[in-house]
């Protein structure tokens, strides 16, 4: 049976990129990837942008088609369901950035929990809602409640972008490791973009770097770098 993962986390927190990494770090010839949009929140960095990329690598991306593939609806694909159902691909599902977001997980509760999953909550401290240990634990009892699934890990992802160093980092290490220690879940790894690899050093406080590709751009910045 290949794994299931499920990717939550607040609205800005990576989530997305994450999905995508992990996606593309999974992908083997004998490992078939399936990653599931089931982001009905954020109208700008949804994982269904690299469908036809992804497509390319023998990725599928699950996602609304045809006129409503950008369509700014609380829609889902119908073929999520068999995804999940579905034992010999590896799954990801991208999930909307808040407990709302979450809720949707519901409908495929007793599909899920038959297969067995890990669900992985990205945070960056520097995002609303989850700035400190009390908030991420409040964030982390509501997508529970709403999706009726229980987070196994957490994944610190904090940036500030262009103004990330390694204190950045380390400051977000240090709040999920006391969330960690008051909920006995699992916290090993930190990410790091690309961009900014060589001011976050692997190793930080005993966890383990995971580096990224920076995949989503916001709307205007495509502009810039066409020089308009």
Not at 101 to 126: D, H
Not at 199 to 206: F, I, K, Y
Request: charged share 25%.
């Amino acid at each position: 049976m290949k794994p299931l993962y499920i990717i939550i986390g607040a609205y800005g927190s990576g989530k997305s990129e994450f999905s995508i990494h992990l996606a593309k770090s999974l992908n083997q010839p004998d490992n078939k990837v399936v990653l599931a949009d089931m982001d009905v929140v954020n109208p700008y960095f949804r994982t269904r942008e690299v469908q036809e990329e992804f497509a390319q690598i023998g990725i599928k991306v699950i996602a609304p088609e045809g006129a409503f593939k950008h369509a700014d609806l609380p829609m889902l694909s119908p073929s999520i369901k068999g995804a999940i159902e579905n034992y010999e691909e590896t799954v990801i599902l991208d999930v909307g950035g808040d407990p709302v977001g979450c809720k949707i997980l519901g409908r495929f509760q007793t599909e899920i929990e038959t297969r067995g999953y890990q669900m992985l909550f990205v945070v960056n401290t520097y995002r609303p809602f989850t700035t400190n240990v009390d908030e991420i634990l409040s964030m982390k009892a509501q997508m529970e409640a709403s999706s009726r699934l229980k987070v196994t890990e957490f994944i610190c992802n904090n940036n500030l972008m262009e103004y990330t160093t390694q204190e950045v980092v380390e400051e977000g290490i240090k709040i999920l490791n006391e969330c960690s220690e008051k909920t006995g879940l699992p916290f090993n790894y930190y990410l790091v973009l690309d961009l900014y690899q060589d001011r976050v050093p692997d190793g930080l406080m005993g966890k383990k770097r995971i580096i990224m590709n920076y995949t989503f751009r916001k709307p205007w910045e495509y502009y810039v770098m066409k020089g308009i």
